[in-house]
Structures are given as structure tokens and as C-alpha cells.
């Protein structure tokens, strides 16, 4: 009895320590382990979080890369800084080349249109302008270059940045370039900024040398002149 008895009391330990361990075991396998469940969660919400961004285009000559200032200085740029200020979903994409007439744009437009863009942004024209090029063949530039977006994009929502020309250019020529802006916003449902140098053409402390290009002060007034009416619509 007394040999018995030492052997129940020295397995009893063992016994209740692999109960405990079935337990533990049974438990994990229902449950999985928190680290695993931890990180699922977090990589779902770095799934959710990249999908939900959208890419804002903004296409345009050297008004919209920022010629001769430095990286950032664009009013691209600028409005992406207004957007993470706000916690908006929206990443600029500066697609400004200086030199960019509407030809030159509605050749490039296409290869860009291969990612997604869920808003575009058209600033072209004033190289039109400047060289004095039919306002006609500008005209219709632009109208392909928003139907090639619509055809890509359907769903994409398109911003038209109005542009005027010097008097210089001629009374009939200046008229006739103001007007096809307004005209292709009406024509297809574009959301309109009359003119995107408003407050800024002539200004000679808002521009460069050159008196053509803005300096970055006249950049942070183009931005609050686009993000007045692109806000409306993000």
C-alpha cells in the first residue's frame, strides 16, 4: 500500500500537467495566436488603406511642373500638403513638362492613362497661346485629350484650368483663345477654374525674371486658386 500510495501521489503532477497542457493546446487551436491574429489585422488595414487612396493627375507644361524653382515648389505639390493636412485619401501626381503644347500633351496623354486616375487635372494651352498657334488646332487638342481620358477612365472626374494670352496677341486672337476654355467645360461637363494665373499674370513679384513663369509665391496663390474648386469635388 505504502508503494502504491508514492507512486499515485509522484504521477499526479504529471497527470495535472498535461491536462493544463491539452488545454492550452485545444484553446490555441480554436483561437490561433494573437500575434497571427495581430498581424492579419494590421495587413488588412494596410490592404484597405493602399486601395482607398486615388491618384490626382495633374497634367500640364511648365506652370504645373514648377519651372525654375525647387522640388516641391509647384502648385502640385502644394495641394498634396493641403490634402494630408485634411486626412484626404489623394495622391498628386505632377505630369508637367515645360514646352508642353496641347500636341505634345495629346501625344503623351496615353501611356500615362495605363495607371489609374480618379481625378485629371488638364493645364494646357499657354504655349499654344504664346507661339500663336490656331486656336482651332488647340481647340481640338484638348477635346481629344479629355476623350481619351473618359474612354480610360470613365468614372475619372476631369478639372479644365482656363488660360488667357497677352493683349499682344491681338485682340480677335486673344478672344477667340479665352473662349474655347469655357466652351469645352460647358461641351463636356468638365469642372471649371477660369484662370489659373488669377491674381498672378502681370504681377511682377510674383514672377520670375522672365515675366512668364510665377515664383513659388505666385505658385502657393495658383494652388489656392485650383484647390478653391477642386476641393469641391474630392
Given at each position: 500500500?505504502f508503494?502504491?500510495?508514492?507512486?499515485?501521489?509522484?504521477?499526479?503532477?504529471?497527470?495535472?500537467?498535461?491536462?493544463?497542457?491539452?488545454?492550452i493546446?485545444?484553446m490555441?487551436?480554436c483561437?490561433?495566436?494573437?500575434?497571427?491574429?495581430v498581424?492579419?489585422?494590421?495587413?488588412?488595414?494596410d490592404?484597405?488603406?493602399?486601395?482607398?487612396?486615388?491618384?490626382?493627375?495633374?497634367f500640364?507644361n511648365?506652370?504645373?511642373?514648377g519651372?525654375?524653382?525647387?522640388?516641391?515648389?509647384?502648385?502640385?505639390?502644394?495641394?498634396?500638403?493641403?490634402?494630408?493636412?485634411?486626412?484626404?485619401?489623394y495622391?498628386?501626381?505632377?505630369?508637367?513638362?515645360?514646352?508642353?503644347?496641347?500636341?505634345?500633351?495629346?501625344?503623351?496623354?496615353?501611356?500615362?492613362?495605363k495607371?489609374?486616375?480618379?481625378?485629371?487635372?488638364?493645364?494646357?494651352?499657354?504655349n499654344?497661346?504664346?507661339?500663336?498657334?490656331?486656336?482651332?488646332?488647340?481647340?481640338?487638342?484638348?477635346q481629344s485629350?479629355?476623350?481619351?481620358?473618359?474612354?480610360?477612365?470613365?468614372?475619372?472626374?476631369?478639372?479644365?484650368?482656363?488660360?488667357?494670352?497677352?493683349?499682344?496677341?491681338?485682340?480677335?486672337?486673344?478672344?477667340?483663345?479665352?473662349s474655347i476654355?469655357?466652351?469645352?467645360?460647358?461641351e463636356?461637363?468638365?469642372?471649371?477654374?477660369?484662370?489659373?494665373?488669377e491674381?498672378?499674370?502681370?504681377?511682377?513679384h510674383?514672377?520670375?525674371?522672365?515675366?512668364?513663369?510665377?515664383?513659388?509665391e505666385?505658385?502657393?496663390?495658383?494652388?489656392?486658386?485650383?484647390?478653391?474648386?477642386?476641393?469641391?469635388?474630392?
Open positions: 500500500m508503494i502504491c500510495k508514492n507512486i499515485f501521489n509522484e504521477m499526479m503532477p504529471t497527470r495535472i500537467s498535461a491536462c493544463f497542457l491539452y488545454i493546446v485545444f490555441f487551436a483561437t490561433g495566436s494573437p500575434e497571427k491574429k498581424s492579419e489585422e494590421n495587413n488588412d488595414q490592404t484597405m488603406s493602399t486601395t482607398a487612396i486615388k491618384n490626382i493627375l495633374f500640364g511648365s506652370l504645373t511642373a519651372y525654375g524653382l525647387e522640388p516641391g515648389e509647384a502648385f502640385p505639390e502644394l495641394i498634396q500638403k493641403k490634402i494630408d493636412s485634411l486626412g484626404l485619401p495622391r498628386t501626381i505632377n505630369a508637367g513638362l515645360s514646352g508642353e503644347t496641347t500636341a505634345g500633351g495629346n501625344a503623351r496623354i496615353d501611356w500615362l492613362l495607371q489609374r486616375i480618379d481625378v485629371f487635372v488638364l493645364e494646357l494651352g499657354a499654344d497661346g504664346l507661339r500663336g498657334l490656331p486656336v482651332k488646332d488647340t481647340y481640338t487638342n484638348l485629350i479629355v476623350d481619351k481620358v473618359k474612354k480610360a477612365w470613365p468614372d475619372c472626374k476631369i478639372v479644365l484650368t482656363g488660360m488667357l494670352v497677352p493683349p499682344s496677341m491681338g485682340l480677335d486672337y486673344s478672344e477667340d483663345f479665352k476654355f469655357p466652351k469645352l467645360a460647358k463636356n461637363g468638365l469642372v471649371f477654374v477660369p484662370f489659373l494665373l491674381r498672378v499674370a502681370g504681377e511682377s510674383l514672377n520670375q525674371q522672365d515675366g512668364v513663369h510665377p515664383t513659388k505666385g505658385q502657393v496663390i495658383m494652388a489656392e486658386t485650383v484647390w478653391n474648386i477642386l476641393k469641391t469635388i474630392l
